[in-house]
């Protein structure tokens, strides 16, 4: 493209709040043939919420809530953003918690009083303690419904499962469609469970669902997607940076983390995933019409 042609395709990016932070990602953004989107914070809200709590073995739903409050309070992933607000909404107490670790893409683990407790998803937890069918079960159905379960445990048995829900943005299913109808292959990427992402990705329209990564391979499915055809990548978290950065295309979304930010070729202000397609198109005509 001409330089006129990129400054004119920048100017028309900018107006809509998206930004190219390169010539070279205006001009290859248009040759996309696959978009891999992470799902939380990117296909849904990124704001989840507990919709129920359930408790096992005699556990009382305060004392589950207690210990899941302590642990969440030291972490900062979403899902523990949703705990903290549901426990303060509720008057929870909060217990001090030493020996804090966060076992990234699976869960959380710290000491209370003198006894070790576990928070996280059920591959986590199952290799802490031996989990029981009728929560796993229970914990199938949630996921089925497109919640996450969290399971709460001390080192000998489960206390119970949290399930926490995520909604999907209004204009995720139609910019992913919009992908499909312009011929792009959409795969989504998460650390999620399986079942979970797949309810997620059946209202979202995506059946192209690669679960249970962590955030070390993203970065790898981005490199074997990346054999396959011309890859843009779409993420909003610290975890997704090493995926934005290793996609032919990263692209930033909505207020995302700075690290996402400084790791991605575009950014999007508007968290509109709608302005993917937007972009891409945008790169075509910088290459084609505008002279
Ligand atoms: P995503 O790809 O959706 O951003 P992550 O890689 O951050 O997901 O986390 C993967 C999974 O690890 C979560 O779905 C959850 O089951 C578990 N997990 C991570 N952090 C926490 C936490 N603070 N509390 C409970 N579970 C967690
Ligand atoms: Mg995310």
Do not use: W
Request: proline residues 2%.
């Amino acid at each position: 493209a001409t330089p006129v042609a990129i400054m004119v395709g920048n100017g028309i990016g900018a107006k809509s709040g998206i930004l190219f932070k390169n010539a070279t990602a205006l001009e290859n953004a248009g040759k996309t043939k696959i978009v891999a989107l992470d799902k939380t914070g990117t296909i849904t809200s990124g704001k989840p919420q507990i919709t129920d709590v359930f408790t096992t073995s005699d556990t009382s739903k305060e004392n589950l809530l207690n210990i899941a409050f302590s642990l969440e309070s030291k972490s900062e992933h979403p899902l523990a953003k949703a705990v903290i607000a549901y426990c303060e909404e509720n008057n929870c107490e909060k217990s001090d918690v030493t020996e804090f670790s966060a076992v990234i893409g699976n869960g959380l683990l710290g000491k209370i009083q003198d006894k070790i407790y576990y928070a996280g998803n059920a591959r986590y937890i199952s290799e802490k303690i031996n989990v029981d069918e009728k929560s796993l079960s229970l914990s199938k159905e949630l996921a089925a419904q497109g919640k996450t379960p969290v399971f709460v445990s001390d080192e000998n048995m489960l206390l119970g499962i949290i399930a926490i829900a995520d909604v999907i943005k209004d204009e995720s299913a139609y910019a992913i469609k919009e992908l499909e109808d312009m011929g792009i292959n959409v795969v989504m990427i998460t650390g999620d469970n399986e079942n979970t992402a797949r309810a997620i990705g059946k209202i979202a329209g995506v059946d192209n669902v690669i679960a249970g990564v962590l955030p070390q391979g993203k970065e790898r499915v981005i490199g074997d997607l990346s054999q396959k055809g011309n890859t843009l990548m779409v993420g909003d978290g610290i975890n997704d940076a090493p995926a934005l950065t290793k996609a032919d295309i990263g692209v930033a979304i909505g207020a995302g983390t700075d690290i996402a930010i400084d790791a991605a070729d575009i950014v999007l202000m508007k968290s509109n995933l709608k302005d993917v397609p937007a972009a891409i198109n945008l790169s075509k005509k910088v290459l084609q019409n505008i002279h």
